[in-house]
């Protein structure tokens, strides 16, 4: 009998990542998302709106499976209680959640909402799997693009990266769903620590470009601490197999 399995946050990075690899595995993929999208190529797409709990138990009706990929700069943790709280009405059977390293130390509003999203899934009653992820290859080059611009490179002392490859936890996401449930797995994490300037230096010899000056900058209060302490890593965690000069080197192609 083939799955139904119900996707937020479909169209996104991670989402179209997932979406065919999905497919390939004999999945009914149904796609939420905030605006209307054409159904076809074996996707059903479905609308609402997580933060506000529209459409939402509609969208969870008949679907076996949530993975819950939506996310945000804020409101997570309101988005994830609607959504796991419908998955429990409709009697969901496994809710896949994609969460972030280091959600549990470090002291920022964002991974505040990210944790507990986490334990908004864990008390819904619903059997449930939460993987936290390390930053991804596309969001990491988002923002290391445009330090790469600037005269001088900003070098935040302490600060050390492990990016991840979206296709990698993709891949695991998939392995994840048709698994049973189990908790909160071990982390995913990119093959290789990098300090800020690395990944700066990195983006520049892609693009053909010389190294600037670098301007030391220390980050503040508890966040900084934590960072310095590597609390935004995970240096034993599974690895992806991409990595971020393979991910510069296909921006290139």
Same mark, same amino acid.
């Given at each position: ?29 149904? %796609? ?7 159904? =076809? ?9 997580? %933060? ?14 949530? %993975?819950?990929?939506? #996310? ?18 409709? #009697? ?46 596309? %969001? ?38 048709? #698994? ?43 966040? =900084? &601490?934590?960072?310095?302490? =590597? ?7 599974? &690895? ?14």
């Amino acid at each position: 009998m083939t799955s139904t399995i119900l996707v937020t946050g479909g169209t996104g990075t991670l989402g179209r990542r997932v979406t065919p690899l999905l497919l390939d595995a004999g999945f009914k993929v149904r %796609l939420l998302s905030r605006s209307s999208h054409q159904s =076809g190529d074996g996707i059903e797409y479905v609308t609402g709106d997580l %933060l506000k709990g529209e459409g939402v138990d509609a969208a969870v009706d008949g679907a076996e499976i949530v %993975l819950h990929l939506a #996310g945000g700069p804020k409101g997570d943790d309101v988005a994830t209680r609607n959504l796991a709280e419908a998955a429990a009405r409709a #009697g969901v059977r496994h809710l896949v959640y994609i969460s972030v390293i280091g959600a549990d130390r470090v002291p920022l509003a964002w991974l505040k909402s990210k944790l507990d999203a986490e334990k908004a899934i864990a008390e819904s009653g619903v059997p449930w799997t939460t993987l936290r992820a390390a930053q991804f290859n596309e %969001l990491t080059f988002t923002m290391v693009e445009k330090m790469a611009k600037l005269p001088v490179t900003p070098a935040p002392g302490g600060l050390r990266l492990q990016p991840v490859d979206s296709r990698d936890v993709a891949a695991r996401l998939v392995e994840l769903v048709q #698994g049973e449930p189990a908790g909160l797995v071990p982390d995913l994490a990119g093959p290789k620590v990098y300090g800020m300037v690395e990944l700066v230096q990195g983006v520049l010899a892609a693009q053909g470009k010389r190294n600037r000056p670098k301007l030391p900058v220390r980050i503040p209060g508890k966040a =900084g &601490k934590a960072y310095r302490a =590597g609390d935004n890593l995970t240096l034993d965690a599974p &690895k992806g197999a991409h990595t971020w000069e393979s991910f510069l080197a296909d921006r290139q192609n």
